[in-house]
């Protein structure tokens, strides 16, 4: 009961969690998140985080639908099942447009969401600050600072006495 | 900012008017080359048609582009938007461009068959004489040249009047106005201005994409070259504070999809003609993927879809500009190619040539149109301010985040 | 999406100016509320629409597609008619998603997540015609290539396998991209609701969104790249759907316009819809605040662009009948102005083409009882386009001796009625119990949501917009 889980503060102006994410990030701490009702526009990049991979895993999935899609029309039309049909080619790069098309599309789209999913591990039904009251409010109208227990910087007073130094609001240490 | 920016003592402008003189004075030589040693009468002609529709097709389509600008309330492009109607300049000399054309309409042997004496005899082309004759097409060419010169009054001549007339917006209020049916009237008399000097080429074939298609091309080589002008004015310190990263991206973003769309519409109207493998129709393709013309269409894949495409698929190549300005020289180059493939063959046909028809003779007319695209355009910087400085939507193109 | 400076001239996108909490609660309270009497009884009434399509959909499964009115020269009917028409229904959803957000509108943020909404409930109906067209639907897998004891393929070069892919994508990435964009309004929801089983429910289905920023910075890319792969996505359903008709040669179908034409008509008839479930949903949800009489005026607009795009493509497709000197073609068009279907096709122009001109005046554009009616009159036109082009084609065709007439029985009619029911069903389900407005992307573009210029992070800002933006 008495081990904390984190220290939690709020912000309300959007201006102050810029700079607060940049001092935050600048004082060394890494485990550590803001959590906001939206995306504000580059506040990951204040809070140094690096470019997501996620579109390369995107671009995996587009390959991988292109080739399912000329693999498989190629194979079964000119190699398993050779049928004449309306005269056209066994295999014709122009039939298989529609298809190759369909398929990178879908590849492209089941491999983002897979990959969003894998990034950010979602589904975590469990939060450690997920009964916390300040915490619930990220999705309504506040941004919320987390700092975690296990970030190698973490000590319990300094961390709220920082917090509390970049403007933060109710500021308090959770339990876990 | 209310004051004018003008950009005519400029040495970018400069250099754009010299270049424009030369490529003139060469392009007219040109020719006259073609005409006397090159091929005769049909060839030069197919290249003068060539060149012109080129660039005409670029001028009326900027004209559409800043009306385009205006019906959707567009604040991202308004300080790029004097761009497009400085490119216009040809638009107003339409009639003077159709003149060499309706000329040839006379000549027996014209690049136009259906013309011909043999077309008397053609049950086809006797059902199309209709609309297919000589008399009915100039009215059309001029019915086209006047609404677009309309359409330039109105959408250009607005814009500019704008300029000194800070704190009253009753111009761009009348161009919010008039711009749906500038865009209506731009998307009829393309269409038909296609079939007219385009499709009538190939007097039997017929598609009833053949407007869209043209339109897609001219389209995506107008945000081109609205690209390289925006890339040097920055280059050359201008409009500093207006023109921005975010307007590089959303070029190169438009460039993007406009390839792809035309690419859907090529690909498209290819796909179904190729399927349904009816003679009447395919006969177009037939010529083009034969003789040599085939090695033209790989290039249009290869150059109009699969480098721009690959280039500009990423985001972060969008406002590197070396890369922008190769993606839009690559595009303009294969617009030509476009024309061309369109084109050539079938003139080629006509003047009965074997094989495929295509040397230096086929860059005249288009080096000549350059050359006066240019000129016209330097002119318009010394008359016109480089940027609508009164626009009131101008403010959110300086401040907006994409 | 984003908010910016904006220029004095514009109209605000959110009127009152609420605080993000506002938006919260006023969105929320929406799940919140008890079940009115009346929704019961709308929801009790659209329900039975599609208890009565359903049973004749089990009474056509049951007996056989002989109990449709289709004949000898008319093969397709009112089941591909429908088909194309829900089809091009949900288009509108992807449309306001993708399209309207690489021509940078900000409006689009108040009425996408119904849209969405719309496109895969309108899909849904649109496999249910095409399923039960086949006759035997409990064979659909034959449609798929999976090997089987028969040593078969599916045959790639037949337009009909392209739709199975097209539709079974569309289906998919729609589903796939409106779920991720409402998992942060689903965690919003669990926070904010009271009753227990709400917040499991909800806390199960936002999957545990805390709102991290390190979460965000991959899920806007992540959306963005969905958005950006579902504008051509969406070209390609419908133009795949036209390549049904435009391969084959039949005069009246074959036709290189078809493409560009079907999506351009499939916008027009998505947004029609669109606009009669707004209108609806604005008064009776009390959204007034968030769908502006500015949302609608921007929507009858796109509906007088994408109106005048189908009477484009109605004249060339005239102009080239005649021009090709292609004696069938002409007679099919001839046949169209003048024959057996003329009241459908001039029922059709009439709607599609002549009705939307009223939104030339401001006036109509902002007029809401008047932009109802001619968004209904729309869906009607739309439905007697695909209609036309289908019956007329097919009723007269080569051959005079089997020349016939077809007309749709009382069970093809009910299905039609019955698809009504389960898409406003499913709507009425969605606008009760899931978020109708994007409430994270609204409060996004609310004044002052984002970090202003002037501030020291302007640089950092600029990149990081690069990384955002997705495919385009």
């Known amino acids: 009961m008495s081990t904390p889980a984190g220290v939690i503060g709020e912000f309300k102006d959007v201006n102050v969690i810029m700079t607060a994410a940049q001092k935050i990030n600048e004082a060394g701490y890494r485990k550590w998140d803001i959590h906001t009702p939206y995306p504000v526009h580059g506040l990951d990049k204040a809070m140094g985080i690096k470019r997501s991979i996620i579109t390369y895993i995107s671009f995996l999935g587009l390959c991988g639908g292109l080739s399912t ?90 961390t709220a006495t920082f917090l509390k130094g970049l403007g933060a609001q109710n500021v308090h240490t959770v339990t876990a | 900012m209310s004051q004018l920016v003008n950009l005519g003592s400029s040495p970018l402008i400069g250099k754009i008017q010299r270049y424009g003189m030369i490529l003139t004075v060469l392009g007219a030589v040109g020719l006259g080359a073609a005409y006397a040693v090159g091929g005769g009468l049909q060839r030069m002609m197919g290249d003068y048609l060539l060149g012109f529709w080129y660039f005409a097709g670029i001028s009326v389509t900027m004209v559409f582009f800043s009306a385009l600008q205006y019906l959707t309330r567009a604040g991202w492009s308004s300080s790029i938007r004097r761009i497009a109607e400085n490119f216009a300049g040809m638009v107003p000399f339409m009639l003077v461009g159709f003149l060499p054309v309706i000329i040839n309409l006379f000549s027996h042997s014209s690049i136009y068959e259906w013309t011909h004496e043999s077309a008397l005899t053609d049950p086809i082309l006797i ?35 704008q300029d000194t007339m800070p704190g009253d917006h009753r111009p761009t209020e009348k161009n919010w106005t008039l711009a749906a ?52 004015l920055y280059r050359g310190g201008h409009l500093k504070g207006y023109i921005r990263d975010e307007h590089f991206h959303d070029l190169g973003k438009l460039m993007f999809a406009f390839s792809v769309f035309w690419t859907y519409i090529a ?63 690559i595009i303009l180059i294969s617009h030509y190619i476009d024309l061309a493939w369109i084109i050539l063959p079938a003139v080629g046909h006509v003047s009965g040539s074997e094989g495929m028809m295509f040397g230096w003779q086929e860059l005249t007319g288009w080096i000549f149109f350059a050359g006066l695209f240019m000129m016209l355009a330097a002119r318009a910087y010394k008359k016109n301010s480089a940027m609508a400085v009164n626009d009131p939507v101008l403010a959110e193109s300086k401040e907006y985040v994409v | 999406m984003k908010v910016q400076e904006q220029a004095p001239i514009r109209e605000p996108l959110v009127l009152g100016n609420p605080s993000l909490h506002d938006i919260t609660a006023r969105i929320a309270s929406i799940v919140e509320s008890k079940i009115s009497m009346k929704y019961l009884m709308t929801v ?30 008319v093969g397709w009917g009112w089941d591909i008619t429908n088909f194309v028409f829900w089809i091009g229904i949900g288009h509108a959803g992807t449309l306001i998603s ?72 569309y289906f998919t990435v729609s589903a796939l991209f409106w779920f991720v964009g409402l998992i942060p309004d689903l965690a919003t929801l669990r926070n904010y609701v009271k009753s227990d089983l709400a917040k499991k429910i909800y806390g199960f289905l936002s999957l545990g969104w805390t709102g991290s920023t390190r979460h965000w910075h991959h899920y806007e890319i992540a959306y963005m790249i969905l958005a950006g792969i579902s504008t051509p996505l969406v070209l390609s359903v419908h133009s795949v759907v036209s390549f049904d008709f435009t391969v084959g040669i039949m005069p009246g179908w074959h036709t290189t316009i078809f493409p560009p034409y079907f999506v351009a008509g499939a916008i027009f008839s998505g947004f029609a819809m669109v606009m009669t ?50 004696p069938y073609e002409s007679w099919v068009f001839m046949n169209r102005l003048f024959g ?125 917009a690069a990384v955002t933006e997705g495919a385009h």
């Open chain 2, 181 to 232: 049916p500038m865009v209506l009237i731009y998307a009829l008399s393309i269409s038909f201005c296609s079939f007219d000097l385009l499709m009538s080429l190939e007097p039997h074939w017929f598609s009833t994409m053949f407007g869209v298609y043209t339109f897609a091309g001219h389209f995506v080589a107008a945000i081109s070259v609205i690209t390289l002008m925006t890339v040097a």
């Open chain 2, 267 to 329: 690909f498209s109207q290819y796909f179904i003609i190729w399927y349904a493998n009816l003679p009447e129709e395919t006969v177009y393709f037939t010529a083009r993927t034969s003789h040599g013309w085939q090695y033209m269409g790989i290039a249009l894949v290869i150059m109009h879809f699969i480098v721009p495409f690959m280039v500009l698929l990423r985001q972060d190549v969008k406002r590197k500009t070396n890369i922008l300005v190769a993606a839009a020289i």
């Open chain 3, 340 to 464: 057996d279907y003329a009241w459908a096709y001039w029922t059709m122009v009439t709607c599609n083409v002549v009705s939307p001109q009223i939104f030339w005046f401001k006036k109509a554009r902002r007029n809401v009882p008047l932009m109802f009616v001619i968004s209904i009159f729309i869906n009607i036109g739309m439905w007697f386009e695909r209609f036309t082009i289908i019956a007329t084609s097919l009723h007269h065709d080569f051959l005079p001796a089997s020349w016939g007439y077809y007309s749709p029985t009382w069970v093809e009619i009910s299905i039609f009625i019955g698809t009504f029911g389960v898409f406003l069903t499913l709507f009425l389900l969605f606008s009760k119990f899931v978020p109708v407005i994007a409430i994270a992307e609204v409060k996004g573009i609310m004044p002052g949501a984002q970090p202003s210029h002037h501030h020291d992070h302007e640089h950092g800002h600029a990149s990081h």
């Open chain 3, 277 to 326: 479930l707004l209108v609806i949903a604005r008064e009776v949800l009390d959204l007034k605040q968030f769908i502006t009489l500015k949302h609608f005026d921007n929507m009858n607009k796109i509906m007088l662009a994408t109106g005048m795009m189908v009477g484009y493509a109605y004249g060339m497709e005239f102009f080239i009948a005649w021009y090709s000197g292609n």
């Open chain 2, 127 to 161: 059902h199309k004489a209709g609309y297919l004759n000589t008399q009915f097409l100039i009215i059309r060419l001029t019915l086209y040249a006047l609404l677009w010169f309309g359409m330039y009054r109105v959408i250009v001549g607005n814009s500019i009047k």
């Open chain 3, 44 to 73: 009790g009434f659209t329900g039975a629409l599609a208890a009565w399509g359903l049973f004749a959909l089990y009474y056509t499964i049951t007996t056989g597609i002989g109990v449709w009115g289709l004949n000898n020269p």
């Open chain 3, 98 to 169: 993708a399209i309207l957000f690489l021509f940078r509108q900000k409006w689009r943020t108040a009425i996408n997540r119904s849209a969405e909404a719309m496109t895969i409930f309108a899909v849904i109906c649109a496999l249910t015609m095409v399923l039960s067209h086949t006759g035997r639907p409990w064979l659909f897998y034959w449609l798929l290539p999976y090997p089987n004891q028969m040593n078969m393929w599916v045959n790639f070069r037949s337009p009909l396998a392209w739709d199975v892919f097209a539709v079974n994508t």
């Open chain 1, 69 to 158: 899609a000329l693999g498989l029309q190629w194979w079964t039309g000119a190699v398993d099942y050779k049928l004449n049909i309306g005269g056209k080619g066994l295999f014709d790069w122009q039939f298989s447009i529609p298809i190759d098309f369909e398929l990178s599309i879908l590849g492209t789209a089941i491999m983002t969401v897979i990959g969003l999913f894998g990034l950010c591990q979602l589904p975590t039904w469990y939060n450690r600050y997920q009964n916390d009251e300040s915490f619930k409010k990220a999705t309504d109208d506040t941004f919320v600072v987390t700092i975690d227990s296990d970030d190698d910087r973490f000590s319990a007073e300094q």
